[in-house]
């Protein structure tokens, strides 16, 4: 029977070591491709010749965890489907570096690393791991800070995997959502294929375009990516809540509480809750599985 010992990483639930450093690099077109994955349509981020042509700030988003070699006696491994994406935080310091043109001799290279902060047994036989990633620029500079909470789900019915006992400090934060109506509203209909498109980003798990692969998950079909649902909802705050200036975006942070679907509408909603911050939720009506909170416990932080 596998056993887990996060503690013999995690000691006094202190974060683990940092990575060394990968160089990840990045051109144009990869900054393009993300912009349209995440259903942007503001020229500054999907045409490279507009004046502010920007990289949108949870470009990132798809680095955590990066450079981290997970000990697997100490964080349990779901396989495939069953492991999916719980919550992310991303926090913007500085702007991430504009590629100048599009090929390896135009590409910008940035250095990230990761550490383990955090593993929890989580009911059912599942647990939840988080991570810390920053990015740094050619400088030095940390320019985003990223949270990864990842759940592996049905580990005891899979592995039979002995009870544990968590370790580490969890970054998650609980939110109540004001009974009063939204200060802000923004929705966008998720377009069919859209997640077809966002796997082009890079991440290609087939729980998010294989029928099959989606059926082995327990879901009726396939999902989408929580990031594109993440992305989705960071764009739509920064064209809403910062006038579409991405250097106003600081933070946005949640869980993935239900599955969202191509051709589901997102609504993303925001109570003010003080100045620069809104407590955030984002919520499905309909559609395959019908009314649902799908992003919530998340705030955004803005300048
Ligand atoms: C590689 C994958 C890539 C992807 O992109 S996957 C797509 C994006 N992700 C999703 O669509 C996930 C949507 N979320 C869900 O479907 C559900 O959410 C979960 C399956 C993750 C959990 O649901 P359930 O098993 O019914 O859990 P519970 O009974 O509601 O809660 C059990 C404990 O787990 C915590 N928890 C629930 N959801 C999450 C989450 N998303 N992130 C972190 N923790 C979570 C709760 O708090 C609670 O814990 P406490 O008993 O200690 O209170």
Same mark, same amino acid.
């Given at each position: 029977m596998a056993t887990f010992n996060p503690r013999a990483i995690l000691a006094g639930n202190e974060p683990g070591a940092w990575s060394a450093p990968v160089p990840i690099t990045y051109d144009q077109r990869d900054v393009l491709l993300y912009a349209v994955g995440i259903g942007c349509s503001d020229l500054r981020f999907t045409y490279e010749g507009h004046p502010q042509f920007a990289v949108f700030p949870s470009f990132a988003i798809r680095w955590g965890s990066a450079g981290l070699q997970i000990d697997r006696t100490a964080v349990p491994s779901s396989p495939g489907p069953l492991m999916i994406d719980a919550e992310r935080c991303i926090e913007q310091l500085a702007p991430l570096p504009v590629p100048v043109g599009i090929g390896a001799d135009k590409a910008t290279t940035v250095q990230v690393?990761?550490?383990?902060? $955090?593993?929890?047994?989580? +009911?059912k +036989?599942?647990?939840?791991?988080?991570?810390?990633?920053?990015?740094? *620029? #050619?400088?030095?500079?940390?320019?985003?800070?990223?949270?990864? #909470?990842?759940?592996q789900r049905g580990v005891a019915a899979l592995g039979d995997i002995a009870?544990?006992?968590? $370790?580490?400090?969890?970054r998650s934060v609980k939110t109540e959502v004001p009974q009063r109506p939204a200060d802000v509203t923004a929705s966008i209909r998720i377009a069919d294929n859209q997640a077809a498109l966002y796997r082009l980003s890079g991440d290609y798990n087939p729980l998010h375009i294989d029928p099959e692969s989606a059926k082995f998950g327990g879901f009726p079909a396939p999902i989408l990516h929580g990031l594109c649902t993440y992305g989705h909802t960071a764009q739509l705050l920064t064209a809403t809540v910062c006038g579409g200036d991405p250097a106003r975006f600081g933070a946005l942070r949640g869980r993935f509480s239900a599955p969202v679907y191509p051709g589901d509408t997102l609504q993303v909603l925001g109570w003010q809750d003080r100045p620069g911050r809104l407590t955030?939720?984002?919520?499905?009506?309909?559609?395959?599985?019908? *009314?649902?909170?799908?992003?919530?416990?998340?705030?955004f932080e803005h300048r």
């Open positions: 690393r990761s550490r383990l902060l $955090a593993v929890h047994p989580r +009911g +036989g599942g647990a939840f791991t988080e991570f810390e990633t920053e990015v740094l *620029d #050619g400088a030095g500079t940390v320019c985003m800070r990223i949270t990864t #909470g990842l759940f009870p544990f006992e968590g $370790a580490g400090t969890t955030i939720e984002a919520r499905v009506q309909g559609g395959v599985a019908g *009314d649902r909170t799908v992003f919530n416990n998340a705030f």
